[in-house]
């Protein structure tokens, strides 16, 4: 039957504690945060009401934010507020609803949600009919969807650590290519640094101050203004929305940067945060802008300076009270010794730097595209499974959710 979920359930809110309330000692406070993953931060060791001791097993219900439903598996806890504790009443079993909850809560998040800087589900939401259809098919349906959930989601994680390696194996190709060159069988010497290793034996050895000289540029106010990040080098500033550094409105003391230029955040090269820039701009008067003195592939050089094991370099001649606050001056930097092969030969490792990141890419965007298909299938079978769309049991005797799999394996490899 259809009825207002607020019919089959019991929706207890949380206590509204306030930053006096928190304290190290007590039972950790359950907020929004712990029910994504985050570690407890927070903690009471006041008088509170029983009903909103949270334990392994219970249903919650987040209603602000993050919209969807958890069930508890962290330990005691005292919930907050904008998160329900979900009591499920006399014939209506708990699993099922919480992927009743699943199921309608982004539709409710759309349809219903209202909060200019945070989602927020209205009270009125409760007032939605829901299917409840007698217990032995909520029974059916949750340990069906328990079961094929579970595949779903295995598949997910198995993709996930997948995409996870990507970066590593970008990193590992990148500084096989530039530190070695392309040729497998190349004859190799000792480069005479520890940290360096054999170097092909007709790359010719030089210091970073016979290819860069610092020069600081500024009066150019009207150009794009460009960061510098550890995952991508020179950027356009406006290109990503996580940079918390503001942009100040007197840009005057901004310092010009070109094309081939080398752009350095001094406090942290060790990160990795400098690169070769592709854009004409202005970039932060705090960060070190060096215009290149000698011929060189800016691409091979990019690739060069950002690959290991330069940033742990960079982390060796920098100085400082706090390794977050480490600085590397412009003079140890350019001190730094440099292996070089022939002009030609750093385009063609610029080449083949470029294809393997191409293909490597092309792979990673598949493996995102295909957790993104399963994500979605694993929310319209719940959904399905909810209202009554599907008959469970054939559906399993049929194998569908197999034939279903099969074809998000089949687009990957499209």
Same mark, same amino acid.
Not at 189 to 206: I, K, L, Q
Not at 366 to 371: F, T
């Given at each position: ?70 069930i508890w598996d962290r330990g005691t ?95 590992? #190709? ?8 392309? @040729?497998? &069988?190349?004859?190799? *010497? !000792?480069?005479?640094? %520890? ?35 550890? #995952? ?8 990503? @929305?996580? &940079?918390?550094?503001? *942009? !100040?409105?007197?840009? %005057? ?62 982390h060796l001649i920098s100085n400082g ?94």
């Amino acid at each position: 039957m259809m009825l207002p979920i607020k019919h089959a359930a019991n929706f207890l809110n949380g206590a509204a504690f306030k930053p006096s309330d928190w304290g190290n000692d007590g039972l950790p406070i359950l907020r929004i945060a712990q029910l994504t993953g985050k570690p407890f931060d927070n903690f009471f060791d006041g008088t509170i009401n029983r009903g909103l001791i949270i334990r392994d097993g219970d249903l919650l219900f987040s209603w602000s934010a993050t919209i969807d439903a958890f069930i508890w598996d962290r330990g005691t806890a005292i919930l907050n507020q904008h998160i329900f504790k979900v009591l499920p009443k006399k014939n209506v079993i708990k699993k099922y609803l919480y992927y009743v909850i699943k199921a309608h809560a982004p539709r409710w998040a759309d349809d219903d949600a209202h909060g200019s800087t945070m989602r927020h589900i209205k009270k009125e939401s409760l007032s939605n009919k829901v299917w409840i259809p007698d217990l032995e098919t909520q029974i059916s349906i949750a340990n069906f969807l328990d079961r094929e959930v579970t595949r779903i989601d295995q598949l997910i994680q198995k993709k996930q650590r997948q995409l996870d390696f990507f970066p590593e194996k970008e990193k590992s #190709e990148i500084s096989r290519l530039v530190l070695r060159g392309a @040729n497998a &069988n190349a004859d190799m *010497t !000792p480069s005479g640094f %520890s940290w360096r290793g054999d170097v092909p034996s007709h790359w010719t050895e030089s210091r970073l101050k016979a290819h860069f000289k610092v020069r600081k540029r500024q009066g150019y106010e009207d150009r794009t203004v460009l960061s510098v990040y550890r #995952e991508f080098g020179v950027i356009e500033k406006s290109s990503r @929305n996580d &940079n918390i550094n503001k *942009t !100040p409105e007197d840009l %005057s003391k901004y310092q010009l940067v070109q094309p081939g230029n080398l752009v350095i955040n001094k406090m942290k090269a060790w990160q990795g945060s400098l690169g070769i820039s592709k854009f004409d701009g202005i970039t932060s008067p705090d960060y070190v802008v060096m215009v290149n003195i000698s011929e060189h592939d800016h691409e091979y050089m990019h690739h060069l300076l950002r690959a290991r094991p330069m940033p742990m370099v960079y982390h060796l001649i920098s100085n400082g009270i706090r390794i977050d606050q480490w600085r590397m001056e412009p003079e140890k930097f350019l001190s730094l010794p440099v292996f070089l092969p022939p002009l030609h030969e750093q385009r063609q490792i610029a080449a083949s730097v470029n294809r393997v990141l191409g293909t490597l890419r092309g792979v990673s965007e598949a493996v995102s595209r295909s957790i993104e298909r399963l994500r979605e299938f694993r929310a319209a079978l719940i959904t399905a499974a909810v209202t009554g769309q599907i008959d469970v049991a054939t559906w399993h005797q049929r194998d569908e959710t197999d034939r279903r799999l099969e074809k998000i394996e089949e687009a990957m490899r499209a």
